[in-house]
């Protein structure tokens, strides 16, 4: 995907996330999306700082970048949601698109699916949206179902 697409995915993210950590829709959903608004945008961007240097879906769309880049909010207590723009960048790179990602970089083998659109084709917006709706659905079922399942575990090993 295009620069346009990431953003798009990323803004759509960050308010569908606000939306499902706070769904009251008052003053906290709103603040929920202003707190992770920006770090999910420049993570999204991030990875594809590698045009300037390095090569492009290689040296910065990986596995060991993300790793690092969710491991700063545990060392250094900052950048707390930019690893969610990171892995979203990846997600609709590699769902969306029909280049894949050397994931095991240095490993140059790029990864792909089946499936996905040219970054210049008419239906790239509408694969984003698609993509975004998915990250979503992943994220609320990840918010209300794997709590609940934890707790109805743990209770039925009591």
Known sequence: MNKKGHVLNAILLAVGL???LEPAGDIRTFRTIAEVSI????GALFPDVDTAFGRH???LHNFLVLGVVAAYPIYFGNLR????GVLTHY?????????????LYPYEKE????????????YADAMTLAVTA?????????VYEVPQRVVADALAGI
Do not use: C, H
Not at 39 to 42: E, F, S
Not at 91 to 103: I, P
Not at 137 to 142: L, P, Q, S
């Open 18 to 20: 606000g939306y499902i």
């Open 91 to 103: 997600v609709l790179d590699l769902l969306g698109s029909k280049r894949g990602l050397a994931l």
């Open 39 to 42: 770090p999910v945008v420049l």
């Open 134 to 142: 998915f990250e979503l659905a992943v994220a609320a079922a990840i």
């Open 111 to 122: 990864f792909s699916l089946p499936f996905g659109v040219a970054v210049s084709s008419d």
């Open 57 to 59: 879906r290689k040296t």
């Open 81 to 84: 949601y930019v690893w969610i």
